[in-house]
């Protein structure tokens, strides 16, 4: 995930005006954007990217029941939208010859943990109303880290990317 490094260099500079009360539940909020990604992975291996990325849409019917089982007042409204989504999924994803298997299996944690992500990233904003900043640089870099842990333990380690570094010391421009 070289994207998620070079965002976490770039806004590393940030971190300096990072209120340390917060650092922990970002890092937290991290770990479960990490997690997202990393049963997304998972379910790619034996799901189809358009099946696991429709599940993961189920997001929105996650978000509502979270807030509902923490106490939050959920309209009807939320209510009706998370039912037409769950069958439209169920629509979709039950309609065909297939059988769900496991990678649906996992395409499902996709929505509880970036559901829960998002809920708890709305909690720390509350909290922190001036980090939005700091809180996504943590949450990149936690992400970026567990990505690369992934990888490593998917792989049995690091890849080989000497074929993309090669290209670092050659000129971006020919004049």
């Known amino acids: 995930q070289p994207e998620a490094w ?14 340390p009360k917060c650092v922990v539940a970002s890092a937290e909020t991290g770990m479960w954007l990490g997690l997202g990604y990393v049963v997304q ?5 034996t799901t189809p990217a358009g099946t696991t990325a429709f ?12 807030e509902k ?4 007042r959920v309209t009807l409204q939320a209510w009706l939208a998370a039912a037409m989504a769950v069958a439209g999924a169920a629509f979709l994803e039950l309609s065909g010859d297939e059988v769900p298997g496991m990678g649906d299996l996992l395409a499902l944690g996709q929505p509880v943990f970036f559901g829960y992500f998002f809920f708890r990233t709305e909690q720390i ?15 990149v870099v936690i992400c ?3 990505g690369v842990a992934w990888t490593m333990w ?3 380690g690091l890849p080989d990317i000497s074929h993309l570094t090669a290209h670092l010391n ?5 004049f």
Do not use: R
């Open 41 to 45: 992975a998972l379910a790619l291996k």
């Open 69 to 72: 089982l923490t106490g939050v």
């Open 6 to 19: 070079t965002a976490g260099v770039v806004m590393s500079p940030l971190l300096a005006k990072t209120n």
């Open 55 to 66: 599940l993961c849409s189920l997001t929105t019917v996650v978000c509502p029941i979270i």
């Open 170 to 174: 050659e000129p971006m421009f020919d």
């Open 125 to 139: 904003m509350k909290d922190f109303p001036d980090q939005a900043l700091p809180i996504t640089t943590i949450q």
């Open 154 to 156: 998917d792989a049995q």
């Open 144 to 146: 970026a880290i567990m």
